[in-house]
């Protein structure tokens, strides 16, 4: 079955620090990926999205992910994390076989340390 | 106006209450979503509306009914709720050809059941 998984439950960074979040995919042909990012009690915002072609993407505030095939991954990454960044990050995946569903990974929790 | 408008931003209810939220979006958007989400879990998507009418239930229990009097309206009718069905509930809108892809996210409404 079709999965998203985000190996860090919670990570802490230093500001100005770079950051790496993790999502690893299980599916057999090419996905439709996705970063969303959540503030505490808020919506969920769209980062970047991973269709086809150039696997370096880059997205909103900064942020960019990477497609890697080879290793089912689509890590998102951040050269200078700044205190706003402080959130959650989801990372989804288009379910091909259930149209209109969006299988979410089970987040990652972002703290800054000043 | 890329909004998506949730309201109310907190509701609490009683078991035997019957309350709704309501869901707006202009920006032409034909497809709409509700999703429930618990503290530090993923959004789980409960329903999805495609051109006023509903073509996805996640099996969600009665008690939660789904509403599209408009394309730019969605309510989600609230009666004899359960103490669990306290969530962030999130409603979504997106193109219909691009289904769940590019899905902008309300603020969601606070849901407390007592």
């Known amino acids: 079955a079709q999965s998203v998984t985000q190996p860090d439950i919670h990570i802490t960074v230093s500001e100005g620090a770079s950051l790496e979040l993790r999502c690893n995919y299980s599916?057999?042909?090419?996905?439709?990926l996705f970063w969303y990012v959540q503030s505490p009690g808020q919506g969920l915002q769209l980062l970047l999205k991973?269709?086809?072609?150039?696997?370096l993407v880059q997205g909103i505030k900064g942020f960019e992910a990477e497609f890697k095939r080879s290793q089912s991954s689509f890590n998102l990454r951040k050269p200078s994390v700044h205190w706003s960044d402080a959130a959650e990050y989801f990372c989804?995946?288009?379910?091909?076989?259930?149209?209109?569903?969006?299988?979410f990974g089970q987040g990652t929790e972002l703290s800054v340390k000043p | 106006d890329t909004e998506v408008t949730q309201t109310p931003k907190h509701l609490v209810m009683g078991m035997t209450n019957k309350k709704s939220l309501k869901c707006e979006q202009h920006?032409?958007?034909?497809?709409m979503y509700w999703y429930k989400q618990k503290a530090k879990k993923p959004p789980e998507l409960m329903f999805v509306?495609?051109?006023?009418?509903?073509?996805i239930n996640e099996s969600v229990p009665s008690r939660f009914s789904p509403e599209c009097p408009n394309s730019s309206l969605l309510n989600l009718h609230l009666h004899a709720l359960q103490p669990e069905d306290s969530a962030l509930y999130l409603c979504?809108?997106?193109?219909?050809?691009?289904?769940?892809?590019?899905?902008?996210f309300g603020q969601g409404t606070r849901l407390t059941v007592v």
């Open positions: 979504a809108s997106s193109q219909v050809r691009q289904l769940t892809t590019e899905a902008f």
């Open positions: 599916y057999g042909a090419t996905p439709y």
């Open positions: 991973y269709f086809s072609g150039d696997t």
């Open positions: 989804a995946s288009y379910n091909y076989n259930q149209g209109g569903k969006l299988i």
């Open positions: 920006m032409g958007h034909r497809a």
């Open positions: 509306y495609s051109y006023e009418k509903l073509s």
